[in-house]
């Protein structure tokens, strides 16, 4: 409240000293304008993956190096051939997805172009700031900003700063440190990847992926403090992040076995949380043998809530030969229990 | 969301009210802020429709009662309405005029002439992070027109908003954080000094249902004001095209890649290809950039354009087209063939771009014209159905406080005899004009040009001129006959005289196909020149008036100023001049007046 206040005040040209003096800490405060307009210089349209109805194929990102790295949210977005980055000005390029951290919701691009005059945030120079500072937000939601518009500026105050408690259910993303939450609605779509500043300018924390409570239909505005992200982006942009060849919680953890050895075929996974049907079931195989069918929606392995199809592949990964396994899959609209024993 | 917000303030109030070390600039900051909320909460209007359901927003911009809010509402509220002010009085209301496209409607309240009124903001000066309040009646909780208020920032400027599949275009439109909800539709935007900047009237609603989600859009004032006069003339306005689609080339200039060649930018030179430099005196960037800038004109506005071929820099004028075929604009056409529900959310559709603005109120235009039944009995009279007009009676003032300057120019009306006027064209040779009920004639030098009246296709005669001989004919008919003489005759509003002039006042007139456009200038109230094109889509004579010189009593000009095609065909110096009385046989001399 006070740095806006202070604002007004020095533009209906009162004595500013007076305020400078009992507040000292304001002493480089800019007006919000000119932050805005520091800012959105930074700021990049994300156009990849999407298109179809309920995902939208944009997104925004923001420039953390002079060389053209921008950090934004590993979302489906970036699953695809071609990624298109579209700067303030209205330059376009082409993008490559250098490196991500999924367990971070991040993912950094590489601008395809080199020698090109760019403004980026120092990720460096970050602030860290309680609840009731006031912020502003900046994305490109619902797509407004093209070209050469620049991307769209929300206020709000930090209305808590607090430790995300991601739960089967509820929360549905692989983060679960600390955040932000602001009460500017940022939680729309295509706004993942922006940014949170303060209003003097200060890079606070990326805007997350869109999240829904499913229990009570309500959703939170959060970011992800830029703290948390600093190392991994720095990792990914000097080159020693060892980047994922595959879906990173697939490699981290041992593949044993997949749905195919059972005989499941399960549907093509498409999304980032592609829900676990089974498309078909090979003949005379072990899953057919234990009943199952396609279209079940596998829901349960070994009391284990499966989300979708990769967590489905991490928890049969898991498996040691001579397990019990159990499955509880949706049919119609009915629980079915399936027993198997995993093989050699 | 309501209480939720009620319960902040509360808090915010209390928490400031017990901490002494809040810097004083926040509390005059406050009082700032209350006391410019208490300044304009007056202005909104609470509009709802006769013993119906269905309400929305307005602002009232003039002590006389003229009010804005969006079409979206008027068109389910029919021709009159009830609206609250937050003293907590209900007004009748009539509707005024209606811009479908632009989502705008002027509607007047009846009952006083010492309306508390917004003062029109300039909209242009905006800049993303300026602090922006909107009023208005969401949810409709203002039982007692008390407004709601809430408060944000400015969010983006120049945002374009695809027709969700209806009318309603949203170009050039501002983004605001502020909170817009269903009911907030036709109510004002402010700055913080309480200038009114905007009419909000859609917002981004995606999956959390007709609520707020962080952008909501609201009409500029400053594309409202080209449309004010139009609107104040109980029109149903339509906006414009160009006659040619731009698209971005490899380079990222904006270029023409389609262009119609019966269009007049076509005739003035532009081609495809060319590059567009600057468009109504904005450079252009971007193709939203150049859409943004066509959609906030009214159809016949005439602007310039600035474009490059092959390197070599070229300004026209250009009198913009409509964008709707007229009989798209009359009510029934539309009803049946371009208006879905804006909500639906399976509509195809236009773009990848902007497809969520949505308007916030669920009801739908889905009627324009009022049941008959909802006229109250003692406003009646200031509602005139006419074809091409939301409220013709709006129109007939309009017309009325313009002629007033004919009046000063003495009575033409028994003149109806054969007129001449002579003198010299400023190469010096003699002219001479007939203007006879069978033809029209004119000499100049040696030369002869004559156009017949028995029916014949008019001409451009003489060449080049487009057709000057018609238009004077024309002339004599409007200051002889009036509207009585003309198919239509209608105030059209104002524009900047040829593009960049004084503002005038136009009258539109149409016969036999040729329609003429009347110039009256709005600070000298005089009749100052005009347009006829004798059909469409060819270049059109214009006459402008230089001077004034008493004939008889009657006041004409001393100089006719004629050009074509961007290109002047001639100036006339008015020596001598007759205006009969009588028919043509036994009109002689004009002395036959009395």
Known sequence: MTNDRMTTYRTSCLPMAVCLAMLPSVASIQTSRQTIRMIQPRMVKIFGAGGIRGLHAYGTGFLVSPKGHIATVWSHVLDADSITVVLNDGRRFQARVLGAKPQLDLAVLKLQAENVELSYFDIEQTASVGPGTRILAFSNMFNVATGDEPVSVLHGVIAARTNLSTRRGTFEIPYDGPIYVVDAITNNSGAAGGVLTTQDGQLLAMIGKELRNARSNTWVNYAIPIGELKEAIKQITNGNFVAHKKKPDETEIPVRYHPLDFGLVMVPDVLYRTPAYVDSVLPNSQAARAGLRSDDLVLFVNDELIQSCRTLKVALGRLESGDALRLIVRRANQLVQIKMNVKK | ?594
């Open chain 2, 1 to 594: 969301m309501f209480y939720v917000i009620v319960v902040v303030t509360h808090i915010g109030a209390f928490a400031t009210s017990d901490v002494c070390a809040v810097d004083p600039a926040v509390f005059e900051a406050q009082q700032r802020r209350v006391a410019v909320v208490q300044r304009i909460a007056p202005t909104v209007v609470a509009i709802f429709a006769r013993g119906a359901a269905g309400s929305g927003s307005g602002v009232l911009i003039s002590a006389d009662g003229f009010a804005l809010t969006n079409f979206h509402v008027t068109s389910s509220v029919g021709a009159f309405m009830k609206c609250g002010l937050n003293d907590g009085v209900l007004h009748d209301a009539v509707i005024v005029g209606i811009d479908p496209t632009g989502d705008v409607a002027l509607i007047k309240l009846l009952g006083r002439d010492d309306f508390p009124h917004a003062k029109l903001g300039d909209s242009d000066k905006l800049q993303v992070g300026n602090w922006a309040y909107a009023m208005g009646n969401p949810f409709m909780l203002a039982t007692n027109f008390q407004p709601t208020v809430t408060f944000g920032i400015i969010s983006g400027l120049h945002r374009y908003q695809y027709p969700t599949g209806t009318f309603l275009e949203y170009a050039d439109c501002i983004q605001v954080d502020t909170s817009i909800n269903p009911g907030n539709s036709g109510g004002p935007l402010f700055n913080e000094a309480g200038e009114l900047i905007g009419i909000n009237g859609r917002g981004s609603f995606e999956k959390r249902g007709r609520v707020n989600s962080g952008a909501g859009y609201a009409i500029s004032i400053n594309q409202i004001k080209h449309f004010m006069d139009c609107l104040r003339g109980g029109r149903i306005v339509d906006h414009a095209t160009l006659g040619a689609t731009v698209t971005e080339n490899v380079e990222g200039l904006v270029v023409v890649d389609n262009i119609l060649e019966q269009s007049e930018v076509y005739r003035r030179g532009l081609r495809v290809d060319d590059e567009i430099v600057s468009f109504a005196g904005r450079s252009i960037r971007s193709v939203n950039q150049f859409k943004n800038i066509l959609a906030i004109y009214p159809k016949y506005r005439k602007l310039p354009l600035v474009y490059r071929n092959e390197g070599k820099k070229e300004k026209i004028y250009v009198r913009l087209r409509g964008l709707h075929r007229s009989s798209e604009m009359t009510p029934q056409r539309r009803r049946s063939r371009t208006i879905p529900k804006p909500e639906d959310p399976d509509r195809k559709k236009p773009s990848n771009k902007n497809p969520n603005g949505k308007d916030p109120d669920r009801k739908q235009p889905n009627r324009f014209f009022p049941a008959a039944s909802n006229l109250p009995e003692n406003h009646k009279h200031l509602y005139v159905k006419k074809e091409g007009f939301a409220n013709y009676y709006f129109n007939t003032l309009e017309q009325q406080r313009t002629l007033t300057a004919l009046k000063e120019l003495g009575d033409f009306s028994q003149r109806i005899g054969i007129w001449s006027f002579s003198g010299t064209i400023q190469a010096g040779y003699k002219f001479e004009f007939t203007l006879a009920d069978k033809g029209l004639g004119l000499e100049i030098g040696d030369d002869v040009y004559f156009q017949p009246l028995d029916g014949s296709n008019f001409t451009d005669e003489p060449e080049r001129s487009g057709g000057l001989l018609l238009a004077l004919y024309h002339l004599k008919l409007f200051l002889t006959r009036g509207d009585a003489v003309f198919t239509e005759f209608y105030y059209l509003g104002s524009e900047p005289l040829d593009g960049h002039g004084e503002k005038v006042d136009v009258i539109v007139t149409l016969l036999t196909g040729v329609e003429s456009r009347w110039y009256f200038s709005r600070k000298r109230k005089m009749f100052v020149g005009f347009d006829t094109r004798l059909e469409s889509d060819i270049d059109e004579c214009e006459i402008r008036f230089a001077g004034s010189q008493t004939f008889d009593g009657r006041k004409l000009p001393q100089q006719l100023i004629v050009r074509c095609a961007n290109r002047k065909f001639a100036s006339f110096d008015l020596e001598t001049v007759n205006l009969a009385v009588a028919p043509p046989k036994s009109s002689r001399t004009d002395r036959n007046d009395q």
